[in-house]
């Protein structure tokens, strides 16, 4: 009987260990629908999950994990399998944005942009990126403070990854709210705001080398607020039909479950502990043990 993956959030982890896993890859075909999509959900429903699925399917780098989606619903959409393992990856969270400043929030957002170089260290020495580019990325990596540098580091990197692999980039970014809901806090939210405005407007408006971006939370800003002039952006809510089944588990798949452990007897105390929520019109359980 495979274990259950408790607090598992990295979908190769989950896959080689052979934990249980319900399905959730259709969800790939839903973001190859969109161009720039903010998907809201509650806590623990999955989110960094499905971000970390996306990450390893559409990922240049994962090709030799390819093997993590075999068998899974994905696999039959040819259409979409094309897709796999084709595209520069930038894969980044921002739930440790924390902070009681703004300055330390800079800081944090600093240090991510140096994980993304570190974890991409093929810029630093590729011949389709030219010497001034080199040393921009050298002086990020380094780690700069500079809100103005900051705010454009992102939509830099994903040009950069660009022009070394001849292919446009998808920036994948988790938990987007959690700096706000520390900004507003502590004090800050005006700032973090306009930050975080610039940051976005920046990396997803009108971006030639962007192919896709995906970002998740549990609050939906105002679009006015912070994703102004994003012509191509698409917030899918609890209220949307679209994507309604891929975030949490619906009744046929607990009861999926309920048979697999031989705990049938069960399924009157799943409804009552875990059932209760709606995503777009689709009765949905939540997945987090108590």
Same mark, same amino acid.
């Given at each position: ?34 161009? %720039? ?19 390893? +399917? ?16 994905? @696999?039959?959409?040819?259409?979409? %399998?094309?897709?796999?393992?084709? +595209?520069? %990856? ?9 902070? @009681?400043? +703004? #300055? ?38 380094? =780690? ?12 830099? $990197?994903? @040009? ?30 005006? /700032?973090?705001?306009? +930050?975080?405005?610039? %940051? ?16 998740? =939370?549990?609050?939906? $800003? ?13 917030? $899918? ?10 975030? =949490?588990?619906?009744? @046929? ?6 048979? #697999? ?5 069960? &399924?009157? &105390?799943?409804? /009552? *502990? ?13 997945? *987090?043990?108590?």
């Amino acid at each position: 009987m495979k274990r259950l993956p408790i607090g598992i959030e990295n979908f190769k982890e989950l896959i080689d260990h052979k934990y249980y896993y319900v399905d959730k890859t259709m969800f790939i075909q839903d973001v190859c629908n969109e161009k %720039v999509i903010l998907y809201t959900r509650p806590r623990r429903f999955g989110k960094t999950l499905n971000m970390s699925m996306l990450y390893y +399917f559409f990922s240049i780098r994962q090709k030799e994990n390819a093997y993590l989606f075999n068998g899974l619903e994905i @696999s039959k959409c040819m259409d979409v %399998v094309s897709y796999q393992n084709q +595209f520069p %990856v930038i894969f980044i969270t921002l739930k440790d944005m924390k902070n @009681s400043s +703004f #300055d330390k929030q800079l800081v944090m957002f600093s240090l991510l942009i140096q994980e993304i170089i570190s974890n991409h260290q093929e810029l630093l020495t590729s011949d389709n990126i030219n010497s001034i580019e080199k040393e921009r990325i050298a002086r990020l990596y380094r =780690g700069v403070q500079n809100e103005v540098e900051l705010q454009n580091a992102l939509k830099f $990197i994903v @040009s950069c990854l660009y022009h070394h692999y001849r292919k446009k980039v998808i920036l994948l970014i988790d938990e987007y709210d959690v700096p706000l809901q520390n900004a507003y806090l502590n004090g800050y939210y005006d /700032e973090m705001v306009n +930050f975080l405005r610039n %940051v976005f407007s920046a990396a997803f408006k009108t971006n030639d080398a962007l192919e896709k971006g995906v970002l998740t =939370g549990c609050l939906r $800003i105002a679009k006015e607020s912070i994703f102004t002039g994003l012509n191509n952006f698409r917030v $899918i809510s609890i209220f949307d039909e679209i994507s309604n089944q891929r975030f =949490g588990f619906t009744q @046929s798949e607990i009861d999926m479950m309920l048979q #697999d452990y031989q705990r049938k007897d069960y &399924q009157k &105390q799943m409804k /009552e *502990w875990y059932d209760g929520y709606q995503f777009g019109g689709c009765d949905i359980y939540n997945p *987090w043990m108590p």
